[in-house]
């Protein structure tokens, strides 16, 4: 694969879980997961040591299935009704590349509509992503808000 076609590729990956998110198709985005995967939004945005620190999210399998059931289920009064979502992905950078993995940052916008609101939310993402067949799979994202605490004072939806 050339690195043209490698860069393709892993974009329209990333395309594919955005618009996942945004149409509520939660499932689904679980497949894009490796079982071992990490999804984090460390409090402090300058941290690597995730495991350490305290996090807005550091979810596991378990946590991001636990996460998708109250998005689904309307448990939360913060997932009722469910915002309605529009995200965009710019500044794709291939950090890191060898045959079976690639890490890669960009910049994400992220529109929020809910309860006749809207906010904006902009992030620096890192994703850690590992070869599955001829696609791809998460190993793991880390969400960096540009906002900061702001960012999560109700939000209802994955970033």
């Known amino acids: 694969m050339t690195n ?3 860069y393709q590729d892993v974009i329209n990956f990333l395309n594919l879980e955005a618009d996942l998110l945004d149409q509520g198709e939660f499932n689904q985005w679980l497949t894009l997961w490796q079982q071992e995967g990490l999804y ?3 409090i402090d945005q300058q941290t690597t040591d995730f495991a350490n620190v305290l996090n807005y999210a550091y979810d596991n399998h378990e946590m991001r ?4 059931h109250r998005l689904y289920s309307g448990e939360s009064i913060s997932t009722t009704p469910r915002a309605r979502t529009i995200r965009m992905a710019g500044r794709h950078r291939i950090v890191r590349a ?3 993995s690639v890490e890669v940052r960009c910049a ?3 529109w929020e509509y809910r309860k006749g609101n809207s906010q904006h939310y902009v992030a620096d993402l890192t994703y850690t992503l590992v070869r599955a ?10 969400v960096r808000t540009i906002n900061g605490a702001d ?3 109700s939000i209802g939806y994955i970033i």
Do not use: T
């Open 108 to 110: 994400q916008s992220l």
């Open 40 to 42: 984090i939004v460390p």
């Open 133 to 142: 067949g001829e696609g791809w799979l998460i190993a793991q994202k880390v």
């Open 98 to 100: 060898d045959e079976q």
């Open 4 to 6: 043209n076609e490698l």
């Open 151 to 153: 960012f999560l004072r």
């Open 65 to 68: 299935q636990k996460r998708v």
